[in-house]
């Protein structure tokens, strides 16, 4: 197979407006929600994860919030292990709960709240929904797509772009996650 060489330096454009498009959020550097407002949700998104646990799932919570008035539209933990599903992460099961409780797969108004950085699949489900943004506790160096190892939520190549607000009670994200991964080694 031949390998082609990337003709556009893409990471030069990350966060600036694309030519012949319109203007997306994630070219003002704004975060999607107040820090208190996130604060408050991620404990939501904690809570979550904690239910997690109940069936020996990886302990990652989302939450799906309006973002004009802050209400709850669908909050889910990891059910990947319960549901023997591999797409069962936390972020697509709310975003399924989130669409259909405002019968639109449209959520441009809405922000995704989750307690670890999303991964590929969550990261460009969220693009394809069109979030309005995505707040996020802990980062994830193996496999985080939304500033780790990618950055889909800003890449100028797709159709939207996501903003992001990161490190939202990042040490209690990790905690928790470190507790659970403590715990099967041992």
Known sequence: ??????????????GQLT??????PSAVTEPPLDPSVADTLMGVALDEARAALDHDDVPIGAVVVRISDGVVLARRH????AAADPTAHAELLALRDAAHAVDSWRLDG?????????CPMCAGAAVAARLGG?????????????GSLYNLAADPRLNHEVPLQDGVRADDA??????????RRS
């Not at 197979?1 to 990350?14: G, I, L, T």
């Not at 990891?78 to 292990?81: A, I, Q, T, V, Y």
């Not at 995505?134 to 939304?146: E, H, L, Q, T």
């Open 1 to 14: 197979m031949r390998e082609r060489p990337n003709r556009h330096a893409w990471k030069a454009c990350v």
């Open 134 to 146: 995505i707040v996020f506790g802990a980062p994830d160096p193996k496999d985080g797509a939304c």
């Open 174 to 183: 990790s905690a928790l996650l470190r507790a659970f991964f403590a715990a």
């Open 19 to 24: 030519v012949g498009s319109n203007p997306t």
């Open 110 to 118: 809405c922000a995704l709240v989750v307690t670890l950085e999303p």
């Open 78 to 81: 990891n059910e990947r292990e």
